[in-house]
Every structure is written in structure tokens, then in C-alpha cells.
């Protein structure tokens, strides 16, 4: 069985099946995992829901700010944005199955010594918490009231992590780091408004993964997000965002042999000159 992590689709649907057709994916044998964001911005975000879901146990699927985004959308019109190309799922006959099984995906999946989410860890969470934390906030969005939720989402704070933290504002800082997180502070205070590559920040702002003494530093972390970033292997970090809707590269890492091996295929989708304003 192989087993394969797949940067941010966010639509791209074609060159998703280049990549797997270049690494030969085999439905009744291998496994894919996604790293979020396989909706938005491009053209075939209903086609990528679709195949994804589709494919059953062949694939796990971690939520991404854009999957976040289209339920936050489906339930309150008014959140929509311009550069939103979700209206094809609103509008699809099987809209409330697809987007019953997005709210059911997980935030974090760990296995074979791999730990899979979209954006990022606060220092303070081990393996343990983070995998507690994305548990509680799963089971929050799964839950009857998940509309309430949904609806108090979006806000900036709070932006540190305390053990003190309970009700919405924990769960809100929860999906904060799992799905929008990029740079934080020494402390791990959360920044939203720095989404340049590596060195672009103030001086104050650390990548989330470079702050000293994260609890999580031993283990193997696969995030997406960000595409400024791009293809990055260090710290036990694998970055794989490598920009396919800005027109650059969707990329695949395989995980299963004695080391990680990197497939990528070019974008259909021109490039764009961007200050990465997600």
C-alpha cells in the first residue's frame, strides 16, 4: 500500500488527476491524504468534492480555512466573497450530502508517525493536545448546534493559547491554528495579517514551526496553506502548498517508503502575481 500527502487542490481538479495518474494511484490498494483546502478559488470545486468524498477509506481528507469557509457560506450567504467559486456546490442537487460529509473531516490525523493538518500548531500543544484539541473542536462542528458555531467563527481572538480558555473562544482559537495559522510571535500569539514566504515578516514574527521549544518538534508534521512558502522540508516539517492556483505546481509526497519522495505536476491555471491575501 502506498500512502500519499496532496498539497491544496482548491479546485484544481484536472491536474489532480495528472498528479495521480503520474503516481500511478491505485483506489483499491493505496491512500491519499489531503491537506485541506480542496475547494475555492478554482474552477472545479464541485468535481474535487465529489471524487474526494468518493473515494470512501482510499482517502482522508483535514479541513482547510477554505472548507471551513464553504459551510460558513452554505449556512450565511451573507459571508460570501467575490472571489469565492463555490456557487456550483450551493447550487449542486447532492449540495447538503457534500457538505454533511466536509463538516464530518477531521482537523488532525496522525498515523504512522506522521501527523496531518492544514496550517499549523500553537508551542505550547504535544501530541497529545493537539490531538485532544482537535477532537474537541471535530466533535463541536459534528454536533446539532454546529450552526451556532459556524457563526462565531470568524474573529481574530483570541490570539495565545491559555488553559483558561473555554466555550467559543477556545474553539475559535482551536480552528484558528489548525486552519489559518502561518506566523506567531515567541510566545505563539497568532498574526493574520503576514502570509509573504519565509523572512517577509517583522522582526517579532517567527514561522509558527521555528518557534523554540515547540512541544511538538519531534514529530513529522504535513501542513499545507501556505503557498508563499512553498515546498519545504525541515524540522520535521513537509510544506506542500506549492501554489497550484496561483498557477504554479500541485504536489504529492509519498510517505510509505524509508524516505519521503516528492511528485509534483505544473498548474493549468496561469500565473498570477500575488501578495498572497488569502
Not at 495521480?20 to 491512500?31: C, G, P, Q, V
Not at 460570501?80 to 454533511?100: G, Q, R, S, V, W
Not at 490525523?109 to 500543544?125: D, V
Not at 485532544?132 to 451556532?148: I, K, P, V
Amino acid at each position: 500500500m502506498a500512502i500519499y500527502a496532496i498539497g491544496d487542490v482548491q479546485g484544481c481538479f484536472d491536474e489532480l488527476l495528472i498528479l495521480l495518474d503520474k503516481i500511478s494511484f491505485n483506489e483499491r490498494s493505496d491512500r491519499l491524504w489531503f491537506v485541506g483546502d480542496l475547494v475555492n478559488r478554482g474552477a472545479k470545486s464541485l468535481e474535487t468534492l465529489r471524487f474526494v468524498k468518493n473515494l470512501g477509506t482510499a482517502a482522508i481528507t483535514v479541513l482547510g480555512n477554505h472548507d471551513i469557509h464553504l459551510l460558513v457560506t452554505a449556512n450565511f450567504p451573507e459571508r460570501a466573497k467575490k472571489k469565492d467559486t463555490l456557487n456550483a456546490i450551493l447550487t449542486a442537487p447532492d449540495k447538503d450530502e457534500l457538505l454533511d460529509w466536509l463538516r464530518h473531516r477531521p482537523l488532525f490525523h496522525y498515523e504512522n508517525g506522521f501527523g496531518l493538518l492544514h496550517a499549523g500548531l500553537p508551542p505550547q500543544w504535544d501530541l497529545a493536545q493537539t490531538q485532544t484539541m482537535a477532537t474537541l473542536a471535530e466533535t463541536a462542528l459534528r454536533g446539532a448546534d454546529y450552526q451556532t458555531l459556524l457563526a462565531q467563527l470568524y474573529d481574530n481572538q483570541p490570539n495565545v493559547w491559555s488553559d483558561d480558555l473555554a466555550g467559543i473562544e477556545q474553539l475559535r482559537f482551536i480552528f484558528n491554528c489548525f486552519t489559518r495559522m502561518r506566523f506567531c510571535d515567541k510566545e505563539g500569539r497568532l498574526d493574520f495579517k503576514n502570509n509573504g514566504g519565509m523572512g517577509s515578516q517583522p522582526a517579532y514574527l517567527l514561522p509558527w514551526f521555528e518557534v523554540q521549544h515547540r512541544k511538538t518538534a519531534n514529530t513529522k508534521l504535513i501542513f499545507g496553506h501556505w503557498a508563499a512558502l512553498g515546498y519545504y522540508t525541515e524540522q520535521n516539517c513537509f510544506a506542500i502548498d506549492t501554489g497550484c492556483i496561483w498557477g504554479r505546481e500541485l504536489t504529492a509526497i509519498r510517505l510509505d517508503g524509508d524516505t519521503v519522495q516528492r511528485f509534483s505536476v505544473a498548474s493549468k491555471v496561469p500565473p498570477k502575481n500575488t501578495t498572497f491575501n488569502f
